[in-house]
Every structure is written in structure tokens, then in C-alpha cells.
């Protein structure tokens, strides 16, 4: 019943996120792709990818959980 009500609204979910993807190669794509890429860079730094940014995201999200799980002192041995 659970799975019944939760799923298809997990899945529209899903498929909104993907956002626009088309199938074939349109000619307008590649000049939209390249005007949001003068838009949204910042002069003078290099390009970086989504996922770069994740990982790091995801990099500092363990970090400050493993500092949060691990009391202090206990890497020290006595």
C-alpha cells in the first residue's frame, strides 16, 4: 500500500529533476548551451563542473559528520 501511494510521486519527482534533455541534437542547443556559459561564468577563473562541486560538497559533509561521531582524544592511545 505503502509503495503504492509513495512511488509515483517519488517518480514525478524524479523526472522533473531531469529537466530538459532531448534525445536528438537540436542546432538552437549548442547556442543556448553557449550563451548560459558567458552568463553564468565568473571572469577570470576557470570553468568547474557540478560535479567537482558535489564531490567537494560531499568531501566536507563526511568530514564534519566523522568530526561529529569521533570524541575528542580518541585517536590517542595510552
Same mark, same amino acid.
Given at each position: 500500500?505503502?509503495?503504492?501511494?509513495?512511488?509515483?510521486?517519488v517518480?514525478?519527482?524524479?523526472?522533473?529533476?531531469? /529537466?530538459?534533455? #532531448?534525445?536528438?541534437? $537540436?542546432?538552437?542547443?549548442?547556442e543556448? +548551451?553557449?550563451?548560459l556559459?558567458?552568463?553564468?561564468?565568473v571572469t /577570470?577563473?576557470p #570553468?568547474?563542473?557540478? $560535479?567537482?562541486?558535489?564531490?567537494?560538497? +560531499?568531501?566536507?559533509l563526511?568530514a564534519v559528520?566523522?568530526l561529529?561521531?569521533?570524541? #575528542?582524544?580518541?585517536?590517542?592511545?595510552?
Amino acid at each position: 500500500m505503502v509503495a503504492a501511494v509513495v512511488v509515483p510521486g517519488v517518480t514525478r519527482l524524479v523526472n522533473s529533476m531531469a /529537466g530538459y534533455n #532531448p534525445q536528438g541534437f $537540436e542546432p538552437k542547443d549548442a547556442e543556448r +548551451l553557449s550563451w548560459l556559459d558567458s552568463r553564468l561564468r565568473v571572469t /577570470g577563473l576557470p #570553468p568547474v563542473s557540478l $560535479e567537482l562541486v558535489l564531490n567537494v560538497l +560531499l568531501f566536507l559533509l563526511v568530514a564534519v559528520v566523522w568530526l561529529a561521531i569521533v570524541p #575528542p582524544g580518541a585517536s590517542r592511545r595510552r
